[in-house]
């Protein structure tokens, strides 16, 4: 495996240790809580074939209801940490947004890992 496939599955598995979310692919409709992990932003270095670093960017979502906001404000902790402790790579923001399949409520973290 590459170490850009290897990020996403170390990533994967974090995620999926967070109680109570269910970690779901790109594209795939979602049954809250959840997370989605997407395609990756790829850098490489100056004058090297090879990918220095990957930005994963991950959506939590939940249900629109009533408990959308305590939702994501109790689970974005859990999922920044789990991206942070579990993988190695960093979380500097969740953004607040809609989760584009199913037009649900999310935070949008972005992963940064550093690959080399």
């Known amino acids: 495996m590459s ?12 995620l999926a240790s967070v109680e109570g979310v269910r970690v779901y692919e ?5 049954d809250p809580p959840g997370v989605v ?13 090879e990918i220095t670093s990957a930005s994963f960017p991950v959506y939590l979502v939940v249900s629109m209801d009533d408990k959308s906001v305590r939702q994501l404000l109790t689970l ?8 942070e402790v579990a993988t190695g790579a960093t979380v500097d923001a969740a953004d607040p947004g809609i989760y584009p399949v199913g037009d649900l409520p999310a935070y ?9």
């Open 37 to 49: 992990v997407g395609v990756p932003r790829l850098v490489w270095g100056a004058y090297s074939p």
């Open 108 to 116: 949008l973290f972005t992963a940064e890992f550093p690959l080399t």
């Open 3 to 14: 170490a850009v496939t290897d990020a996403a599955a170390t990533l994967s598995a974090a």
């Open 26 to 30: 790109l594209g795939a409709s979602v």
């Open 76 to 83: 974005a902790p859990l999922v920044a940490a789990a991206i």
